[in-house]
């Protein structure tokens, strides 16, 4: 083992040597492949099966109908509202009357608090992928490995979730978003620098997450290709610089970054994380995996899937979503402003698997070997505007002007009529 | 012309106006119809030719009918038309004959599968061509009233593109034909744009298109002798200077005569040959001669070689044309260099393959390999290291079998039939050179195992992919060669051993010459041949200065009057090379 | 012309095999005497197809044989590497014993066995054929009344096909599913159950355009040599053939009750792994099988793999080829394991062509029942590139004049005799083919009804 470490150490120096800087600085460099939350599968077969973590296996589909006859429609208007094949209902009433369960027909996406909590079922197992946030090893879960302490109440809250249940990189939510990175949306690349002799054992090593504006290259087998060049682009809000240590090819931090942002994997986009730390391991084969964690906010949170179309993602991934919004709020547990503040944040892990790339300066002339900060480089152009196509979780109606497009629709009279006229049922 | 009597009416329905129609082009169309399907047959196959008695021999002889190739077909249509026309068709396989597809096209004929294709393709391209946002420019002039035909129009526009496209002057009878097809179209369509459309078409269908025909004429100088005709020689020119037609000037050079004067012939071969289109041809040869068509059907196995796509193949293939067009022309380098030298080109996926960073902004960066990489020339770029190897492992006896057939001009014959392989045993562990002992020891097989395979071993820390590995199956792989007593190691020394090699420079003139004229330099053209490779050597092996020497000399024209036409006072052998 | 070229030449035609009826009318009315008819009385007509697949079968000399079956006659057993044709057996008949003789040319290894089968010579050289392959004689002889008179297919991926008029240029096979069925039924397709069938006069406009080339024919054809001609001829006997499917554009197709017109198939992966090549040959097939139930074609010719095999099993670093010339020959098994295994696996390719021939109904029967394809490799025991014992298969019912289900064997009789049985079954005018040692005027009649 420790001649295979020295071996790819000299690798690394001869390529360092290279580029010319001082030969006995060493830095690996690495480029992400895949990204995402990192929920503890407690089953051993499947992708939803009940397990040690979700004993009753991933929650269950919700019945929107009777969802909406909660929310006071009769069953025949709820009925009238659900059916796919009615052909005199339009897409505003088919998808978009879903957001209007709250007191008063408000729209539960941007008023959760209008309507009730069912309450989102979480994790009841002990074990947790993450990282010890705190330091403190009797609060949180234990790893896999056994390690105490693991401080990932994200996963505790959303981890029976149907969109991010399942073993690693088999869950659905995390295949459609490395699905989209993977085909080119977005590219992060990691360097890992320190000055010692030994990379594997090193006590000053330095990492850097940077966005690269050059695609991920697929290989002949679907998976991404190795060895490829990316470089730097200076971003002004996305950059993660981390102080750390090497023991045995485990990268973790020395010190907690107070704040980093990172691509998000989600809808939400963009990962702000507090106290940040990482654990990553540089592997055999060359790859780089472990974990990024840190208190992230979970407003944010909620919103990215309301943006993305509450009622599609509530009739997707079987969730109310205002039950999202109930959970994370209870469960935060950290607040930046001290203990007594209120608590904004939400302990949090992602899982990175990255590969061996080159990584080049923003102008492509030299390797990138230190880690340090980009952010000054970064374009002061404001970033383009993203075209808004969901407003308050919906989408407008194109044939409807934008305003009415949003607004409760009645039912047909017809259909209200009928049910009055039919006995009454479930109706609150 | 052959005329077939058909019932118009049982395969013409439809309104009035398309029986008319149908009443013109039926007896054309079925004038065909009894010849073909028996071409072995020979003169039954075409019984009206056959019984024809011939008064007087014609005065002039087709001396060769070669398909022009896919490149040839492509920038003949971007010179024309420009390079928007979008070329989109899949076109026939060419056939690789004593090394070259040049020569193989000689024997190559359309198939009807191919002909749909250059049907379909000739439709598309001139549909781009009578676009109404560019027909004015590309036709040059405008109808009197564009529902109508306008024989004027019509005729200027055939006669242009059809003398670029047939790469000489149309007859009569062949403008007369497509004004016809003009005309009907127009009238059909009430549409002078439709039926110019169908003129061109059937240009770009034309075999007068497709094949490049060489005419010898009566040479005036020395009566009972034949030369190529001014026509076919710009053609020659124009295709090896620069893989297209001749242009305005050469064929204007070729008009006037200037062309069959040596002052007017080294005036053109100055030209061609200091234009900047002297890429083209020099790329065109390249691809022929490095074999590169196989790349259409190269494959990797996946699971072997990941990094392997198709963007990985043709970033591969201009890597090495990039290469040679910098070294043989921009650098005027001496040809024997592509074995040694490794000032190359890289881009994003090439980067990935050799395993080093890409230091650029661009699409394309120039690069140069270190010492330490091993590379040496183009023998270790992607493209001869997998063109020539499996799709999950490398291969040393191909290596060693293409390294002698491209460069050298030394084909390996193929493994005798009857060699008794049984004693060939597969070795799982070890090296390659272990399971390839037994062949170059092996009776029957060691003939020619020991000639390809001790240079294809010394490309071993390559692997199928062109990946530099220096173990196989956990041993060291072993590159040393020793061959006629000349011992070296590895790629490098493979590179300069091919560098000093005699038949390298020699092999290239002969392909060449074999290259332009369309068929292989036989017994007869050894003199020829090596009196241009000693000039090749003076020049310092710059293969500029070869084409031009070879364009401008007179064997580079010369006529062989094939089997089976009958000439004036002459047999069927061969006539002595005519200036 | 001087008369002198053309007794040579035909001299050399008849040489080449393809002497007899030349320059007969080739008339479908030859296949209608025996074959099949609809229940209204119209008759079905006969395809034709070869099917070609690189080195050969297993046949050791150490241990016996791995397709040759033991018993003669009908009611053959399977053996393993036929295993894939267990569900249409009934259907094939299998030749073994069979060879290439080359009256003193060399055995061009991976060429000389099909070169020999298809045109009736031992060729000199790699590469070309020294006459016709006899498929364009039957596609000259039936495929005159559909849209395409005959389509060739190379699933491998490679862009072969070993059918010639001329002996240098080969066909242009479609590769890919996707092209196939853009050949098929892109534009020009007409369904002929379309009951709204209406000429389109964009045909005649298509049409226009070659009769401006066939008209300057005669004025090239004047001064060309030999050679040059035989090219010439190819190229405007390619100019009649695409006329002639003009021609049908312009008639209502004849209904054709087994024909639905498929789906568009989906791009193809890109692979020479068998895996791979099956699977593209398996969705061209059925492309294919479609094809000749709407009579786009009555004749076809496939390449599963080349002669030389470049195919191999997924992941495994050395191809077919390779392995059937180092593998070494298992003392137990008497045979090679791997070559054996991949051989069976290359043949599952056959299996799934004639059972997707078999799958389209057709009067009473099927479309294979109807059909009659010759399969056939270019070696017999690959790992000494024997060409003796070659494989070849009959398969079909060739509307009943084909009787199938048999095992013939010979002593080491010329491969020209299944040729010549195939043609004359299928009706073809041939009564001789072949040249030297390989001529023959004998067909195996007992599978001959």
Known sequence: ?428 | MLRRETGDGQFCPGSEDLRRFRAFTCAGAASLALAGATLFAGGLGDPALAKTPKAKPPATVTTAVRRITESQYRHTIADIFGPDIKVNARFEPERRQDGLLAIGSTDLSVTTSGLEQYFALGGSISEQVMDPKSRDTQIGCKPADPGKPDAKCAREFISTVGQKLFRRPLTEGEISARLTTAERGATLAHDFYSGLQLSLTSLLLAPEFLFRTETAEPDPASPGQYRLDAYSKATRLSFLFWDTAPDAELLAAATSGDLQTPAGLNKQVARLAASPRLDDGVRAYFTDMLQFDQFESLNKDAATYPKFSQAVADSAREQTLKTLVDLLIDRKGDYRDIFTSNETFINRYLASIYKVPFASSQEWTRYTFPQSSERSGILTQVTFLSLFSHPGRSSPTRRGIKLHEIFTCQPTPDPPANVDFSKVQAIQNGTVRTRLIDHMTNEGCSICHQSSDPPGLTLEHFDGLGQLRTTENGLPIDVSADIDGVKFSGAQGLGKFMHDDPNVPACLVKQVYGYSIGRAAGYRDQSYIARETEAFAKSGYQVPALLTAMATSPEFFAVKIPAGVKVASQSDTPTSPTR | MSLRFNRRSMLRGLLGGAGVGLGLPALDIFLDVNGKAWADGTKLPVRFGTYFWGLGLTDTPTGGTRWVPTKKGPGYEITPELASLAPVKDKVSVFSGFRAIGDGRPNVVHWSGHASILSGIAPAVTGSFDGPSFDTRIADAIGSSSRFKSIDISPSGKALSYSTRTGKSFSTPEITPVSLYERIYGEGFQDPNNPNWKPDPKVMLKQSILSAVTDQRQALMADVGTADKVKLDQYFTSVREMENQLELQLQKPEKCEACVVPGRPGEAKKSASIDVVNENNKAMAKLLAMAMACNQTRVFNCVHTPGASETYIAGDSKIYHQYTHDEPTDAKLGYQPMSSKLAGMVMQGFGDFLAEMDAVKEGDGTLLDNSLIMGFSDTGYAKIHSLENIPMLLAGGAGGRHKAGQHISSEGESVTRVSLTAQQIIGAPVGEFGTGAMKTSRPITEVMA
Not at chain 1, 22 to 30: F, M, Q, V
Not at chain 1, 143 to 172: A, H, M, Q, V
Not at chain 1, 247 to 256: E, F, L, P, Q, Y
Not at chain 1, 260 to 287: C, F, H, I, N
Request: contains cysteine.
């Open chain 1, 1 to 428: 083992m420790k001649r295979r470490l020295i071996e790819l150490a000299a690798t690394t120096a001869a390529l360092v040597g290279f580029c010319g800087a001082a030969s006995a600085e060493w830095s690996k460099t690495y480029v992400v492949e895949w990204n995402e939350a990192a929920m503890y599968y407690g089953a051993k077969t499947g992708v939803t099966d009940p397990g040690t973590d979700c004993p009753k296996g991933t929650n269950p589909e919700i019945d929107q109908v009777k969802l909406l006859e909660d929310a006071g429609y009769t069953p025949a208007e709820a009925k009238w509202l659900r059916d796919p094949a009615n052909p005199s209902r339009s897409p505003v009433h088919g998808q978009n009357q879903m957001a209007f369960r709250g007191e008063g027909r408000a729209n539960v996406y941007i008023h959760p608090e209008t309507t009730k909590d069912y309450g989102l079922v979480g994790v009841s197992g002990k074990i947790s992928e993450g990282i010890n946030l705190d330091g403190d090893t009797s609060t949180g879960f234990v790893s896999p490995t056994g390690e105490k302490g693991i401080d990932n109440t994200f996963y505790k809250t959303l981890g029976c979730w149907k969109t991010y249940r399942g073993p690693p990189r088999l869950s659905s939510g995390a295949l459609t978003f490395n699905d989209s990175m993977r085909e080119g949306a977005w590219t992060v690349v990691i360097v890992v620098a320190g000055k010692g002799d030994d990379p594997m054992n090193d006590k000053a090593v330095d990492v850097g997450f940077y966005m690269s504006g050059d695609k991920l290259v697929k290989d002949g087998n679907g998976e991404i290709a190795r060895d490829y060049t990316f470089r730097i682009k200076p971003d002004a809000k996305f950059e993660a610089l981390f102080k750390a240590q090497t023991k045995d090819g485990v990268i973790t931090s020395r010190t907690a970054a107070d704040e980093v942002w990172l691509r998000d994997p989600s809808y939400t986009g963009e990962l702000q994380l507090l106290r940040a730390r990482v654990s990553l391991t540089m592997e055999k084969d060359g790859s780089l995996k472990g974990y990024v964690g840190g208190y992230r906010p979970w407003k944010p949170v909620y919103d990215g899937w309301v943006r993305a179309r509450g009622p599609v993602i509530e009739s997707l991934t079987w969730v109310r979503l205002p039950d999202v919004y109930y959970a994370l709020k209870r469960s935060a547990d950290y607040s930046p402003t001290g203990p007594g503040g209120e608590k904004t944040h939400i302990s949090y892990a992602e899982r990175v698997d990255a590969i061996p790339a080159f990584v080049m300066t923003p102008d492509a002339s030299k390797q990138v070997t230190e880690v340090t900060s980009y952010k000054a480089m970064a374009s002061k152009e404001p970033p383009e505007k993203k075209k808004i196509y969901v407003v308050d979780g919906l989408v407008p109606d194109p044939k409807v002007p934008f305003g009415e497009s949003l607004k409760v629709y009645p039912v047909p009279a017809k259909v209200s009529e009928a049910a009055s006229a039919a006995p009454a049922s479930g109706r609150k």
